[in-house]
């Protein structure tokens, strides 16, 4: 199973729906280390390291912004700055908000993670949000298709970021895709045009190979007037 996320380092209001300005602290593309019986307990697992990941961005974040931060101290100083764990993962959204208990979870595996990413949460002053795949800038670690590739293009070309906004999301997505299109359609017209001008080249070597070959023929047989005009036709070609 194929896993991934971003950790974004942005302003408070994202968490309010504003658009803000964001950037990219942290990514990670990889393959599970262990075999999962279900993809609730693939998605918990991947939301487990993420919020770990999120824990050391959010540590990092903290001591350079606090003069005053003891990394002794750091459980305290994590539950003031809020923040957000964003997932596509209905599933795990829906798992760890309710708060279920272990044995209320058909995968004991998937409840001991939510239970591990509940606690991960509250210890961070993490919202768990979730969104549509129009809005998880990480699709493009873990799928090889051109929506979440566009997605992530569309949000880096404009460098800001918008939580629960899914029209405009979407929106940028679509510009995205147009703009992928006219790319390959640029590309296309111009190896079509190299192909073109690489057949004519192709095309005036042969005929003045031929003109050569019939201009020393009439040398051959003191033909001036041919002579004459095949010289012509070289310099044409």
């Not at 460098?159 to 999301?169: H, M, V």
Request: some cysteine; hydrophobic content about 45%; overall charge positive.
């Amino acid at each position: 199973t194929q896993g991934g996320f971003m950790v974004l380092l942005t302003r408070r209001g994202v968490l309010e729906g504003q658009a803000a300005p964001f950037g990219l602290m942290m990514w990670k593309s990889f393959k599970l280390r262990r075999k999962v019986g279900s993809t609730l307990a693939a998605e918990t697992s991947v939301a487990l390291d993420a919020t770990a990941a999120l824990e050391v961005c959010k540590t990092m974040a903290l001591e350079l912004e606090d003069p005053a931060f003891r990394l002794e101290d750091r459980e305290r100083h994590l539950r003031v700055e809020p923040c957000a764990h964003v997932t596509d993962a209905k599933s795990v959204a829906d798992g760890v908000r309710a708060n279920k208990s272990v044995m209320g979870m058909g995968d004991l595996r998937a409840a001991r993670d939510a239970a591990q990413l509940r606690e991960a949460l509250a210890r961070l002053s993490a919202q768990l949000r979730w969104a549509p795949g129009a809005h998880q800038l990480a699709d493009v670690l873990t799928k090889d298709a051109a929506d979440p590739a566009d997605t992530f293009r569309g949000h880096m070309r404009t460098g800001r970021f918008q939580l629960a906004n899914e029209e405009r999301a979407l929106a940028m997505r679509a510009e995205a895709r147009r703009l992928r299109l006219e790319r390959g359609e640029q590309r296309k017209r111009e190896q079509e045009a190299l192909t073109a001008a690489s057949l004519q080249r192709k095309v005036a070597e042969q005929d003045a190979a031929e003109a050569v070959r019939l201009y020393r023929q009439a040398a051959e047989q003191g033909d001036a007037l041919g002579q004459c005009s095949l010289g012509l036709s070289l310099i044409h070609i």
